[in-house]
C-alpha cells in the first residue's frame, strides 16, 4: 500500500500492511513526512501516533474519519479537515493554523493547547470540545 500526494508522488509504501491506517500508523512510527498526503475518506478511527512527532501539514483529509485518535502535537497546518470526524480524538498541542475545519465533528475531542490561528472553523461542531489554552486566534468562525 502506498500514501501519495494528489499529484500522483509517493510518500510512503509498506506491503506489509492492511488498512490505510494501519499505513499511516507505519509512516508516523518511521518518522515520515506525510505533508500533502491524499488521505481523503479514509477511516483513522482510533489513529495512534508512537512517540515523535507527526507530520501531516497540508493533508487532504476531507471527510476523514479521525474519532478517537491520538495524535497530540501533531502537525495538521493548512490541513483540509472539512466534514472530518474528530469525536474524542486528543488533539492537544497540535497546530491547525490556516487549516480547513469547516463542518468537522470535533464533539468531546480534546484540543487543549492547540493552534487554531487564521483556521477555519465555520460549521464545525466544537460541543464539549476541550480548548482550554487554544489559540483561536483570527480563527474564522
Known amino acids: 500500500m502506498e500514501i501519495k500526494t494528489a499529484a500522483g508522488k509517493v510518500l510512503f509504501k509498506d506491503d506489509g500492511v492492511k488498512t490505510i491506517k494501519e499505513l499511516v500508523e507505519a509512516a508516523l512510527a518511521k518518522g515520515a513526512n506525510l505533508t500533502g498526503a491524499a488521505l481523503g475518506g479514509a477511516d483513522l478511527q482510533g489513529l495512534r501516533r508512537p512517540a515523535g512527532h507527526a507530520t501531516l501539514a497540508g493533508a487532504d483529509l476531507t471527510r476523514a474519519n479521525l474519532s478517537m485518535a491520538e495524535l497530540p502535537g501533531a502537525d495538521l497546518k493548512g490541513a483540509k479537515l472539512t466534514f472530518a470526524n474528530l469525536f474524542g480524538g ?3 498541542g ?48
Open 94 to 141: 497540535a497546530n491547525f493554523s490556516d487549516a480547513n475545519l469547516m463542518g468537522a465533528n470535533l464533539i468531546k475531542a480534546n484540543a487543549a493547547g492547540a493552534n487554531f490561528d487564521r483556521a477555519e472553523l465555520q460549521g464545525a461542531d466544537l460541543a464539549s470540545c476541550n480548548l482550554s489554552g487554544a489559540n483561536l486566534q483570527q480563527a474564522r468562525k
Open 90 to 92: 486528543n488533539f492537544a
